[in-house]
């Protein structure tokens, strides 16, 4: 605008000049004619005089008006530009913002958000309502909403108190009375721990444990004669229960390691070594099956050397007790062991004040809801007391000893079943007594907020993670088509959109075959963390992938039914039942319900199923072996078929079967026979050392002397899944 008013105003300045100029020539000739007409037209000569000088003002004066106009025409725009500007609403957003936050302060719903990064590097199929966006998209969401952004650290600085509960400060050693000592019976599996106890304890353990083996950790109270009281805990030996036997050595004062002296140490053996070192827990040595011919202490003493185990006898501070579990020969002199063991840690406790103690396992009852056994560790445990273990809490509705036997209360060192809980804690979870009920609500809301904390840092990790990698991926993207005609980027653009075409049935079935979904259920928290743990173990998934849809304590429900017909999953259940009503159900929706109670059964079945989603392997069985030992031609009508005089030399050869033609070691040919003959007669079995002649389906194939025929038959196998789970 500015411009074309400078043309005017020059066009205008021109025009002026011209005028002058005409009016000067003007001038001049009126000069020659003054004294003619002076005298009779004076009027008419002072106007010819002012004329142009009056033009120029009026120029002037419309000059003037034009630049106001144009000029209140600029600010006109200006002005809505301005006030455009002040309109932009202005957003609060802080960092670390999830997306349905950002839709809320947008007054947008979370779809907007989503469209508004579609057309950007972040992976928008990972996006939830609760994922954080990184400090990026929060800006392009906003550029391309046209709002002003405004960053907040009200977020950021807004932290909340601290509301958890912890464990008191050290007594005074003058209120401590002396304990009973806890002491967690190790070793190898199939050791004779289980057997060891029953003796002392009189019972018969071992023999209710499925597969006569323990898969729970087991917390007894055993009253030997002198009247000396000791806690027993009875850990798991196999391979699959080691976050038990860790949590196990983490509770005691001493550590019965038991060895089969007709065994030596074993591998599990030498990992409760290194959970008594890692805890620092004084070991006692028990020698079982010492009743045995082939028994051979010492030699287990010298094994342990090696692993800095130094029994009495070598020097060490180990005491070392042979023992029979079977006969109970020697088991008071082990207990007298553990008992001046005990004297010299000089074990004290507080039995005053709020309890503290821990969970050594949990497991949900029909009829009393969730179960915790647990250890405590200091103050009296009563009836009414109300405790927080994790996220979740209780009121002590009642409480049980290790017979079942209802109690009043529960000293430090006594193992104690608890029932009131409103969760199921997890085993290993710290028990800590509370006040009231609404601070046990306050204790677990802020445990809570605090996981979801820790998980909104991860996700913002992978989220940037996540960012990095569709940038690198853009990159290499962009340096793959930069040197490309456009139309050859459409193209191939176009081709790869094509092979991204959605799945047909077919193909969509052969990849749900090579995926096994499963749910686990188990009777405690324990046997399901030993099996998620051996679920990590899994490393074949390039032959099934394995996926843990849901698990979970107790008994099977219609609802895990359901989860693992709409995935087309398989239910493992350890120690745990499922109604008959409950099987045909399942029965009628296709889902495999498989009942397990000892844990390598459950394994092995596992690894099973995995390998029936395998595709089944071809293996070749030989039926028959022939040698070429001359070659002859027939004529049948205008052909000439070359025909293989040979003699079978092993098995038969039969006509409907595969054959392949092997020279010099190297498979020339595989198809079928079109004829086979012995003299002159057609024939579909030849037996060893006859002689015949055959033609094969392929004509091309010379056939020389020497040549062998080996007719052979193929057998589809069931394909064996690689995991190995180590036991």
């Given at each position: 605008?500015?411009?074309?008013?400078?043309?005017?105003?020059?066009?205008?300045?021109?025009?002026?000049?011209?005028?002058?100029?005409?009016?000067?020539?003007?001038?001049?000739?009126?000069?020659?004619?003054?004294?003619?007409?002076?005298?009779?037209?004076?009027?008419?000569?002072?106007?010819?005089?002012?004329?142009?000088?009056q033009?120029?003002?009026?120029?002037?004066?419309?000059?003037?008006?034009?630049?106001?106009?144009?000029?209140?025409?600029?600010?006109?725009?200006?002005?809505?530009?301005?006030?455009?500007?002040?309109?932009?609403?202005?957003?609060?957003?802080?960092i670390?913002?999830?997306?349905?936050?950002?839709?809320?302060?947008?007054?947008?719903?979370?779809?907007?958000?989503?469209?508004?990064l579609?057309?950007?590097?972040?992976?928008?199929?990972?996006?939830?309502?609760?994922?954080?966006?990184?400090?990026?998209?929060?800006?392009?969401?906003?550029?391309?909403?046209?709002?002003?952004?405004?960053?907040?650290?009200?977020?950021?600085?807004?932290?909340?108190?601290?509301?958890?509960?912890?464990?008191?400060?050290?007594?005074?050693?003058?209120?401590l009375?002396?304990?009973?000592?806890?002491?967690?019976?190790?070793?190898?599996?199939?050791?004779g721990?289980?057997?060891?106890?029953?003796?002392?304890r009189?019972?018969q353990?071992?023999?209710?444990?499925?597969?006569?083996?323990?898969?729970?950790?087991?917390?007894?109270?055993?009253?030997?004669?002198?009247?000396?009281?000791?806690?027993?805990?009875?850990?798991?030996?196999?391979?699959?229960?080691?976050?038990?036997?860790?949590?196990?050595?983490?509770?005691?004062?001493?550590?019965?390691?038991?060895?089969?002296?007709?065994?030596?140490?074993?591998?599990?053996?030498?990992?409760?070594?290194?959970?008594?070192?890692?805890?620092?827990?004084?070991i006692?040595?028990?020698?079982?099956?010492?009743?045995?011919?082939?028994?051979?202490?010492?030699?287990?003493?010298?094994?342990?050397?090696?692993?800095?185990?130094?029994?009495?006898?070598?020097?060490?501070?180990?005491?070392?007790?042979?023992?029979?579990?079977?006969?109970?020969?020697?088991?008071?002199?082990?207990?007298?062991?553990?008992?001046?063991?005990?004297?010299?840690?000089?074990?004290?406790?507080?039995?005053?004040?709020?309890?503290?103690?821990?969970?050594?396992?949990?497991?949900?009852?029909?009829?009393?809801?969730?179960?915790?056994?647990?250890?405590?560790?200091?103050?009296?445990?009563?009836?009414?007391?109300?405790?927080?273990?994790?996220?979740?809490?209780?009121?002590?509705?009642?409480?049980?000893?290790?017979?079942g036997?209802?109690?009043n209360?529960?000293?430090?060192?006594?193992?104690?079943?608890?029932?009131?809980?409103?969760?199921?804690?997890?085993?290993?979870?710290?028990?800590?007594?509370?006040?009231?009920?609404?601070?046990?609500?306050?204790?677990?809301?802020?445990?809570?907020?605090?996981?979801?904390?820790?998980?909104?840092?991860?996700?913002?990790?992978?989220?940037?993670?996540?960012?990095k990698?569709?940038?690198?991926?853009?990159?290499?993207?962009?340096?793959k088509?930069?040197?490309?005609?456009?139309?050859?980027?459409?193209?191939?653009?176009?081709?790869e959109?094509?092979?991204?075409?959605?799945?047909?049935?077919?193909?969509?079935?052969?990849?749900?075959?090579?995926?096994?979904?499963?749910?686990?259920?188990?009777?405690?928290?324990?046997?399901?963390?030993?099996?998620?743990?051996?679920?990590?173990?899994?490393?074949?998934?390039?032959?099934?992938?394995?996926?843990?849809?849901?698990?979970?304590?107790?008994?099977?429900?219609?609802?895990?039914?359901?989860?693992?017909?709409?995935?087309?999953?398989?239910?493992?259940?350890?120690n745990?039942?499922?109604?008959?009503?409950?099987?045909?159900?399942?029965?009628?929706?296709?889902?495999?319900?498989?009942?397990?109670?000892?844990?390598?059964?459950?394994?092995?079945?596992?690894q099973?199923?995995?390998?029936?989603?395998?595709?089944?392997?071809?293996?070749e069985?030989?039926?028959?072996?022939?040698?070429?030992?001359?070659?002859?031609?027939?004529?049948?009508?205008?052909?000439?078929?070359?025909?293989?005089?040979?003699?079978?030399?092993k098995?038969?050869l039969e006509?409907?079967?595969?054959?392949?033609?092997?020279?010099?070691?190297?498979?020339?040919?595989?198809?079928?026979?079109?004829?086979?003959k012995?003299?002159?007669?057609?024939?579909?079995?030849?037996?060893?050392?006859?002689?015949?002649?055959?033609?094969?389906?392929?004509e091309?194939?010379?056939?020389?002397?020497?040549?062998?025929?080996?007719?052979?038959?193929?057998?589809?196998?069931?394909?064996?899944?690689?995991?190995?789970?180590?036991?």
């Amino acid at each position: 605008m500015n411009q074309k008013m400078l043309k005017l105003e020059n066009l205008l300045r021109f025009h002026t000049v011209c005028r002058e100029l005409h009016s000067l020539g003007q001038r001049r000739v009126l000069a020659q004619w003054r004294n003619v007409f002076a005298s009779a037209y004076p009027v008419w000569t002072a106007q010819q005089y002012t004329r142009p000088w009056q033009t120029d003002v009026l120029l002037r004066a419309a000059l003037s008006q034009y630049r106001l106009l144009v000029t209140k025409k600029e600010e006109r725009p200006r002005k809505s530009q301005l006030s455009s500007t002040k309109s932009k609403k202005e957003v609060e957003v802080w960092i670390g913002m999830t997306v349905e936050e950002l839709a809320r302060v947008m007054e947008k719903d979370i779809d907007y958000i989503y469209e508004a990064l579609m057309n950007t590097t972040i992976d928008i199929d990972s996006l939830e309502a609760d994922s954080c966006l990184d400090e990026v998209w929060i800006k392009e969401v906003i550029k391309k909403a046209g709002m002003k952004l405004k960053w907040s650290k009200l977020k950021q600085d807004k932290v909340r108190a601290n509301k958890d509960a912890v464990r008191r400060p050290q007594a005074d050693p003058a209120l401590l009375t002396p304990r009973s000592p806890v002491v967690t019976i190790m070793g190898h599996v199939d050791h004779g721990k289980t057997t060891l106890l029953d003796k002392l304890r009189k019972t018969q353990v071992a023999a209710m444990e499925a597969g006569g083996i323990t898969q729970h950790i087991g917390a007894f109270l055993v009253s030997l004669p002198s009247g000396e009281k000791i806690t027993f805990l009875d850990t798991p030996g196999h391979a699959a229960f080691s976050a038990m036997r860790a949590r196990g050595a983490q509770v005691t004062d001493i550590i019965i390691l038991v060895v089969a002296a007709d065994d030596g140490v074993m591998k599990q053996t030498l990992e409760s070594i290194q959970h008594a070192k890692d805890a620092q827990v004084p070991i006692v040595l028990a020698i079982n099956k010492c009743d045995k011919a082939e028994a051979d202490p010492e030699k287990v003493k010298k094994e342990l050397l090696a692993y800095d185990v130094v029994c009495e006898d070598y020097g060490g501070d180990v005491q070392a007790v042979h023992v029979s579990a079977l006969t109970g020969d020697n088991l008071m002199a082990l207990a007298e062991a553990t008992i001046t063991l005990a004297e010299i840690l000089e074990l004290k406790a507080d039995p005053t004040g709020p309890v503290e103690g821990t969970v050594i396992e949990s497991f949900t009852d029909k009829g009393r809801g969730p179960v915790t056994t647990a250890i405590i560790q200091r103050g009296t445990l009563r009836k009414g007391s109300i405790l927080v273990a994790g996220k979740s809490w209780a009121k002590v509705r009642s409480m049980f000893d290790e017979n079942g036997k209802t109690i009043n209360e529960a000293y430090p060192s006594m193992p104690v079943g608890i029932i009131g809980w409103r969760d199921l804690p997890s085993a290993g979870d710290e028990i800590l007594e509370v006040e009231s009920e609404p601070r046990a609500r306050e204790v677990v809301d802020w445990r809570k907020y605090e996981q979801e904390q820790e998980k909104s840092k991860e996700d913002l990790t992978v989220l940037e993670e996540k960012r990095k990698e569709h940038q690198e991926a853009h990159r290499k993207a962009r340096e793959k088509y930069g040197t490309l005609h456009w139309k050859e980027r459409s193209y191939i653009k176009y081709q790869e959109k094509k092979e991204q075409r959605f799945l047909k049935p077919k193909e969509k079935a052969e990849r749900d075959s090579n995926m096994l979904p499963i749910i686990i259920k188990g009777d405690v928290d324990g046997s399901v963390e030993a099996i998620l743990n051996i679920m990590d173990t899994y490393d074949a998934s390039h032959e099934c992938e394995l996926e843990l849809v849901h698990f979970g304590v107790g008994d099977i429900s219609e609802n895990d039914v359901n989860l693992a017909e709409a995935f087309h999953g398989v239910i493992y259940g350890f120690n745990v039942n499922a109604g008959s009503a409950l099987q045909q159900s399942a029965a009628k929706k296709g889902v495999k319900i498989k009942l397990h109670n000892v844990i390598y059964r459950l394994v092995e079945d596992l690894q099973g199923e995995l390998s029936s989603r395998l595709p089944c392997t071809v293996e070749e069985h030989t039926v028959g072996e022939a040698s070429v030992l001359a070659i002859f031609s027939i004529t049948e009508g205008k052909k000439k078929i070359p025909v293989a005089g040979c003699r079978v030399q092993k098995g038969q050869l039969e006509k409907p079967k595969k054959f392949k033609l092997i020279r010099n070691g190297h498979v020339v040919w595989k198809g079928s026979l079109t004829s086979l003959k012995h003299h002159k007669d057609d024939v579909s079995v030849i037996k060893t050392g006859m002689d015949c002649g055959l033609s094969l389906d392929e004509e091309k194939i010379e056939l020389k002397v020497g040549d062998e025929i080996v007719c052979y038959e193929e057998k589809e196998v069931l394909a064996k899944t690689s995991w190995d789970p180590g036991f």
